[in-house]
């Protein structure tokens, strides 16, 4: 067969397709097909992802499907897609903005599955529609790596890359990451017709998120009977636990726009985002974001400015700003609750929490911010230390002995109240050993473009289980080298 008519072949996954999104009309998004991406390769799979597909994993090796999710041929059954919406980057409305460089191809096994940096869109603006080798694998192996450590995220089935060109800052090669997700609905998608005043469509799109994905709010919860307030109060919540699962593990986002808020409460978009080396509240990943206003610490406020955005688009269907605000304010209760449980059990707190747990907790993270203390090794060796009673290799990492001493001293008590040996087995389990630190990604993405891929399934096995020692990698929970600080990630991807 010559290259022409392959190209222009159906690849028939085996997959049941439908796309429930694409019914709700066409003022929701533009039906279009992915661009062809020359000679793509692949650079990434998860098994895992395939599974939950329905998708049989000998086809992550078939060349038929890397040209399908390449764009390179379209896929039987599938109905593909960009949807638009509008949303508050960096504090300002942005207006319209829309899925710039993604594609839905559709519904499969219940999970919306769609291409990010499938090329161009009615809503690229002045983008070229491509995302870069580099970003791609970084959200490749993050999204997956959240999932291990239990945290609600979208899920990465593989990346594809290919040598043609994109420019960045430099000239990069472009690449495609195949997301999937219940949904990929965003705050975005609801301030998108509320702005423009379209009340009808507004209303369809809360409606089909309610009937699809939160059922329970057309019951009467603590905020009775209106179904639009029991929604924000739902997805307030849902945030509010998402929030303090990324402060518990040192997770910076880096880009919390409202249009990379998922209404699912899913960790979404990874773009300049960076698990914390050293511990610092204020620290800023995204080079772009000059002010901070992405910062560590802020990201829990930030969270809920961004439900507050939601709010006013939701405010023509709740129609009762008390019951709105009402909704609002489950955010720092829930949010406070999930990560005092986190610390807890990162901590080793197996019995019932006391009054004093948190100054414990406090006094803990005064320490940690005073001394930069690496924060994933900190929490293992802490961890170690409890199961075998010896503490110096923790208090190696402070500065301030004395100062840790002090609390140490406090925590022993605390613990004694409890079962060290199953205290340490849990923070074990809690506590990773492995996270993707920066510099991590980079190795791999730097091997990656030389073709090299054995890093970046390496790192996805690896992240994969990060609460098991994999001896063989035992350098990959070492201090980051000096380089890692000099590393700069901004929006550019
Ligand atoms: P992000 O900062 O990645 O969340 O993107 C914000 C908006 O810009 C979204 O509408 C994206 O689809 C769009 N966008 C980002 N990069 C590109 C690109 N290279 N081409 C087209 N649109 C893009
Ligand atoms: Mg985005």
Request: aromatic share 10%; hydrophobic share 45%.
């Amino acid at each position: 067969m010559n290259a022409v008519s392959e190209a222009f072949q159906i690849h028939h996954t085996g997959l049941a397709w439908n796309n429930q999104f694409q019914q709700l009309g066409p003022d929701f998004y533009t039906p279009l097909a992915p661009q062809a991406l020359p000679e793509p390769y692949w650079v990434g799979r998860s098994i895992a992802v395939a599974d939950l597909l329905g998708l049989p994993p000998e086809q992550l090796a078939s060349d038929a499907l890397l040209q399908a999710l390449a764009g390179n041929r379209p896929i039987s059954g599938t109905q593909p897609l960009a949807s638009v919406y509008s949303g508050h980057q960096f504090g300002q409305w942005a207006g319209q903005l829309g899925d710039g460089r993604a594609c839905l191809l559709g519904e499969a096994n219940g999970l919306e599955v769609q291409l990010k940096g499938s090329g161009l869109t009615p809503y690229s603006r002045m983008g070229d529609g491509r995302a870069v080798l580099r970003s791609s694998i970084r959200e490749f192996l993050c999204s997956e790596a959240m999932h291990a450590l239990g945290i609600a995220t979208t899920r990465a089935l593989c990346v594809v890359g290919s040598d043609e060109e994109v420019a960045r800052e430099s000239l990069e090669t472009a690449a495609v990451v195949t997301r999937v997700a219940p949904s990929f609905i965003r705050f975005g998608h609801f301030e998108h017709f509320a702005a423009r005043n379209q009340l009808p469509q507004l209303k369809t799109l809360a409606d089909y998120v309610i009937s699809r994905y939160y059922p329970d709010c057309n019951s009467a919860s603590t905020l009775g009977a209106n179904p639009y307030a029991n929604l924000l109060m739902q997805v307030t919540e849902r945030t509010a636990v998402m929030l303090a699962h990324w402060q518990a593990v040192g997770f910076c986002h880096g880009v919390m726009n409202t249009d990379n808020m998922s209404i699912l409460g899913l960790t979404i978009d990874y773009g300049p985002f960076q698990f914390l080396d050293a511990f610092d509240p204020g620290h800023i990943c995204n080079h772009t974001d000059r002010g901070g206003r992405y910062a560590f610490a802020r990201q829990p406020d930030i969270a809920h400015w961004n439900l507050y955005a939601l709010a006013q688009a939701l405010m023509p269907l709740i129609e009762d700003q008390a019951l709105a605000l009402q909704a609002l304010d489950t955010f720092k209760p829930v949010f406070e609750r999930t990560w005092q449980q986190l610390m807890r059990a990162k901590l080793g707190l197996l019995d019932a929490a006391r009054e004093e747990d948190q100054t414990l907790i406090a006094d803990l993270f005064t320490l940690l911010a005073q001394d930069r203390v690496d924060y994933p090794i900190f929490w293992r060796r802490l961890s170690h230390a409890v199961g075998g009673q010896h503490f110096a290799p923790v208090r190696d990492l402070f500065l301030d002995r004395a100062a840790f001493d002090g609390w140490q001293m406090r925590y022993a008590e605390r613990l004694s109240t409890g079962a060290p040996d199953q205290a340490a087995a849990l923070m074990l389990k809690t506590n990773p050993k492995y996270v993707l630190r920066n510099y991590l990604g980079e190795l791999a993405i730097e091997a990656a473009k030389a073709r090299d891929f054995s890093g970046v399934a390496n790192l996805a096995v690896l992240l994969e289980r990060p609460f098991d020692e994999h001896p063989e990698f035992e350098s990959f929970a070492d201090f980051p080298p000096d380089w890692a600080s000099r590393i700069e990630i901004s929006c550019s991807s």
